[in-house]
């Protein structure tokens, strides 16, 4: 992998996430393909790609943009006070592809935080990102978040880990 | 302090059409109910397909009891206390797992069957002589004596007051045998994991809301306008993906909620939407209506297929829903903590679509990452928060009094009556009185 398109594929990652931190959802979204995918498994790292395990959100983009629309909503109650989130993200690793496929897959290592009034949550874990190459530009396949505590008790989760 | 010493302290926070707002708040009370309440009542527990071999078990705690369902040898289920004979380690600390064919304690290697019943221990000869084997340490662990696994949905009572199984569920057990019954083959397994979400509310305040109707239009307005807004322009009978088809029926209106209809049963439980409801519209299957009819006859094929209400309550900890097949448990933490548990299941002999539905299901409505149930949870810690203050000391549960509803024992409603959470309340001042003095 040459230098310049691993540093591409980097900026993607921490630009996805820039997005995501500073709310542009809409913008958040275009990143995705059309048949992509935003997928966090009840097993988190553990669990096989085959649907005989429920998650605690598997959205496709339809989804996706009823859940940027409810946002927007004055009556979306759940967001008075709204909430706010931040993404810390290591290096991301590349784990798949050469310079003569179209597609990627990178794993990242991130802490996010959600904020919401006095209360804080915390969450950790791993992005694994599959990305295709098009004219275009980069999109989102597949960004699946391996939470650490998937199954955990967790309080309500109001954006996007 | 102790401010509800007697039966008459705790009936008067109960009136005909309203609620003291102590119910919700108080911690004394929540001690109350663990060690009276619970303890009358039936629990659900776990259901026998978690422990399919022998050895099996899964650990849960009801009632701040640390609890273990165990699979025995000959088939059975036992629940034993999750605690050493010897000085209270727990034997499993692990959610679920098999402890092969006997339990071991991890601190002094005390064994058990399991039964609970002692099988070794340690420097034996330097018990010689001593009363251990007369005293409840030499004999192990301690089972429950009221446990049922109806339909392999498995109940305990933990104390000994309080109606046996049949007097305490009666004909509530229809919305088990309703949901049972759409396998071919009568069985269920449960499969796919499940949703864990800790709120801070009362428990009863959400066991209410399972019955409430009103809230939808009001609560959801910004989830089923949003997927209103998304799915307009679509024709008529463009296929709706599933998540369409299960998020846009709540916005129904109040009219729908009325009409959908209500029942309440003695002892706290009901059934909401006994003449359709927001999962009545789901697309059916011929092949596997064929096949419920082949199992069941037709009538009583259509029956069950006709019949999907929106929740049946198992008072207090079980909420059922017939399809899509799924349920909640409500598990009480603290006066204001609740875990609740979603639960999906696998109908065996029916078409995979009917899980996969289960799934959807759980995870739009029920998941800390739900769309739907954010505006609920935000409103549940409202209320708990807003009922704190002071100048108003009741809530209110007036829609539909009717002082004839008194005597009554079944009563079939319209949808959005309050009796259904009177019931509730009235069974809970009758399970928390029932073993108290005077």
């Known amino acids: 992998m040459d230098a310049q398109t691993e540093r591409r594929l980097f900026d993607f990652i921490a630009h996805e996430a820039r997005l995501l931190d500073a709310q542009r959802f809409d913008e ?6 059309d048949n992509g995918r935003y997928w966090v498994p009840l097993r988190g790292g553990a669990q096989a790609d085959d649907g005989s395990h429920n998650a605690l959100a598997d959205e496709d983009r339809l989804l996706l943009a009823l859940r940027i629309e409810r946002l927007k909503s004055p009556r979306a109650h759940s967001q008075h006070p709204p909430s706010s989130c931040q993404h810390i993200l290591q290096q991301p690793a590349l784990v798949h592809g050469d310079a003569r496929t179209p597609h990627y897959e990178l794993r990242t290592p991130f802490v996010y935080i959600e904020v919401r009034g006095e209360r804080q949550l915390m969450l950790a874990g791993c992005y694994r990102h599959r990305l295709i190459d098009r004219p275009g530009g980069l999109r989102i396949e597949l960004k699946r978040v391996d939470l650490l505590n998937p199954g955990a008790t967790l309080p309500a989760i109001q954006l996007f880990p | 302090m102790t401010r509800f010493r007697r039966r008459a302290d705790i009936a008067a926070l109960v009136q005909d059409d309203r609620v003291h707002r102590d119910v919700y708040l108080n911690e004394e009370l929540f001690a109350l109910e663990q060690q009276h309440f619970f303890a009358n009542t039936w629990s659900y527990l776990g259901h026998a397909s978690q422990v399919p071999a022998a050895g099996d078990y899964l650990a849960v705690e009801i009632a701040g009891r640390p609890l273990l369902m165990v699979r025995q040898g000959d ?16 034997l499993v600390s692990d959610d679920c797992g098999s402890t092969g064919k006997f339990f071991r304690c991890p601190y002094h290697a005390w064994t058990y069957r399991l039964d609970g019943a002692p099988l070794a221990i340690p420097l034996k000869s330097g018990y010689e002589g001593t009363r251990l084997k007369d005293c409840e340490s030499g004999r192990g662990m301690v089972a429950l004596k ?9 109940f305990v009572k933990i104390g000994d007051a309080g109606p046996d199984f049949e007097s305490y569920f009666g004909d509530a ?23 864990r979400n800790v709120i801070h509310c009362n428990w009863k305040m959400y066991l209410e809301n399972i019955n409430d109707t009103v809230h939808p239009m009001s609560t959801h307005e910004s989830a089923t306008q949003a997927a209103n807004a998304l799915w307009q322009g679509q024709p008529a009978d463009a296929p709706k993906p599933m998540a369409m088809e299960q998020i846009l029926p709540f916005g129904a209106g109040y009219d729908f909620f009325d009409r959908m209809g209500g029942r309440i049963y003695p002892n706290g439980h009901s059934v909401l939407g006994i003449n359709f409801s927001i999962h009545s519209g789901y697309a059916q299957m011929r092949d596997y209506e064929q096949a419920l009819s082949d199992a069941h006859g037709v009538e009583r094929a259509a029956e069950i297929l006709q019949r999907s209400p929106q929740n049946s309550v198992c008072f ?10 799924a349920f909640r448990v409500i598990r009480p933490l603290a006066a204001d903590r609740t875990l609740i548990e979603a639960w999906s299941l696998r109908v065996e002999g029916a ?7 289960s799934m959807t299901y759980n995870r739009l409505v029920f998941s800390p990452m739900s769309v739907v149930a954010h505006d609920d949870v935000h409103l549940f810690e409202n209320m708990q928060e807003g009922l704190r203050g002071e100048g108003n000391d009741w809530v209110s549960l007036h829609r539909g009094f009717d002082p004839a509803e008194f005597g009554q024992t079944t009563l079939e409603v319209n949808g959005t009556n309050e009796i259904l959470m009177r019931n509730q309340f009235r069974a809970w ?6 073993s108290m003095q005077d």
């Open chain 2, 429 to 434: 001042v009758k399970f928390m009185t029932l």
């Open chain 1, 28 to 33: 958040w979204l275009a990143l995705f393909a």
């Open chain 2, 351 to 357: 078409p995979a679509l009917l899980f996969e539905r």
């Open chain 2, 75 to 90: 088939g059975g289920i036992r629940v034993l206390y999750n605690r050493c004979a010897h000085k209270g380690s727990k």
């Open chain 2, 146 to 154: 009221h446990v049922v696994a109806y339909r392999d949905f498995v």
């Open chain 2, 173 to 195: 057990l229809g919305a088990i045998d309703n949901l049972v019954d759409r396998s071919p083959v009568g069985r269920l397994r449960i499969e796919g994991g499940v949703l």
């Open chain 2, 316 to 325: 207090p900890s079980l909420a059922l829903k017939g399809s899509p097949q």
